[in-house]
């Protein structure tokens, strides 16, 4: 099954960039899309960009015009370029994959993690 494995997270300043890189090994012909989410000490999880195989994107308005998703074109990288950062983007970040079936966009597959960490 899908395998992914996150990195690229770090310290920055606010006002700073990072860009978070995601080894998606084992990648499937049937995935449909592919995300970035991120999760803070007691907080809920946060779905904040997708990009599906047709190369669409979508964002969660708190970081929309501020982060970019995309994919090299073997799809065994993922990446989100992270502009604009602001102390309340510090969490952990997740590259998550969809699971097979289906026609709707099922994330199941998720990443160990990085940390990004804003000052």
């Known amino acids: 099954h899908v395998q992914l494995v996150e990195s690229g997270g770090g310290s920055a300043q606010a006002g700073g960039s990072l860009r978070l890189f995601c080894v998606v090994a084992e990648f499937s012909k049937n995935t449909k899309c592919m995300g970035w989410f991120r999760q803070a000490p007691g907080k809920g999880r946060e779905g904040l960009a997708a990009?599906?195989?047709?190369?669409?994107?979508r964002y969660a308005d708190s970081v929309k015009d501020r982060f970019a998703i995309s994919q090299d074109n073997t799809k065994n990288f993922l990446y989100l370029q992270m502009n604009n950062l602001k102390p309340e983007d510090t969490s952990m970040y997740y590259c998550a994959a969809d699971l097979p079936g289906g026609s709707q966009c099922n994330f199941g597959y998720w990443g160990q993690g990085t940390q990004v960490t804003v000052s």
């Open positions: 990009i599906d195989n047709d190369g669409h994107t």
